[in-house]
């Protein structure tokens, strides 16, 4: 049976699809103080094997409410708790940064499995991150999925990360086209929403140029990117990415900036969440 995090209920009903399982009845509620009660009435009815979790922990209200709906279902009396996180809120928090920071990657990963039996993400930060986990959690690559958007057209394009770690995702999307050049570009962060990029000398004149990373969150990372590409009389730019953040004013910067459009998954549902990585996520269940 799937039971979804209020932030996830539209992927929670594609896997159901595409599983075929059914999908739990859920409530999600607050008390007069503020304290939420997430609830899954319809696993008592339905009294399954199984509870399959799916919950992208987008804010400090989605990891408690994944601790709840994971009691909840273990009361109901399932053998196997599933927790799916498609994205995984604070994975990026995955060191202690300065001396007496927490590791909060760390810290959310070890409450979360004190409820489950397994746990899936979907294309982490680092997937380190997985071993936070106990047993550890199986990340889940999706990336190839965001070549079914772009149009058929793209001329001469070049698939392009803005920074060294985003290649391999830029190589998996090129790879799902089935045509077209890689490259990177060097990134330097001054702040959370200050960064700096610096080109790399591939020769984006007239082509169209598809800029990949895992997430967009500020939108301040691609918004440089795409500046640096409009200097360079690029050709379209589109820009798509695993988790579609999108954070404060983000949208609007990137629009600014001349993108002719954003894609991303349905692992954070946002309105360009054109691809779903259920059927990704199905090959794990
Ligand atoms: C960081 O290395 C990530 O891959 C992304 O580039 C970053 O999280 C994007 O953040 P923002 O949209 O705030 O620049």
Redesign the pocket.
């Known amino acids: 049976m799937i039971v979804s995090g209020s932030a996830s209920q539209a992927l929670a009903a594609a896997l159901a699809r595409e599983l075929e399982e059914p999908l739990a009845a859920v409530e999600y509620d607050r008390f007069p103080d503020g304290e939420l009660l997430a609830a899954a009435p319809g696993v008592a009815d339905a009294d399954p094997d199984r509870a399959v979790i799916v919950a992208s922990t987008v804010s400090s209200d989605a990891h408690l409410e994944v601790l709840q709906l994971q009691d909840a279902v273990r009361e109901a009396g399932v053998d196997e708790v599933v927790t799916v996180l498609p994205y995984m809120g604070y994975g ?1 928090q995955d060191q202690a940064f300065e001396p007496g920071h927490p590791i909060s990657a760390r810290a959310m990963a070890r409450a979360i499995s004190t409820g489950a039996d397994q746990v899936l993400t979907v294309d982490p ?1 680092e997937e380190a991150v997985c071993e936070f986990f106990e047993p550890t959690a199986t990340a889940v690559d999706a990336a190839g999925r965001l070549a079914e958007p772009l149009p058929d057209d793209l001329v001469d394009p070049v698939f392009l990360s ?2 060294a ?2 290649i391999d995702l830029a190589e998996t999307v090129q790879a799902a086209y089935g045509t077209g050049e890689t490259d990177y570009f060097e ?1 330097v ?1 001054h702040s ?2 200050e ?1 700096e990029i610096t080109p790399s000398d591939v020769d984006v004149a007239d082509r169209d140029v598809v800029v990949v ?10 918004s ?1 990117a795409v500046g640096v590409l409009r200097q360079r009389s690029v050709g379209r730019v589109f820009i798509t990415c695993v988790h579609p ?1 999108l ?1 404060r004013n ?1 949208v609007t910067k990137l629009s600014r900036a001349g993108v002719e459009a954003i894609y991303g998954t349905d692992t954070i549902e946002r309105g360009v969440s054109t691809v779903s990585v259920a059927p990704a996520l199905a090959t794990y269940l």
Request: aromatic letters at 0%.
């Open positions: 990026r930060h803005p920074d770690g985003a990134k962060r959370g929403t960064v990373d895992d997430i967009i969150a500020t939108g301040s990372t691609m440089e953040l954070a983000a």
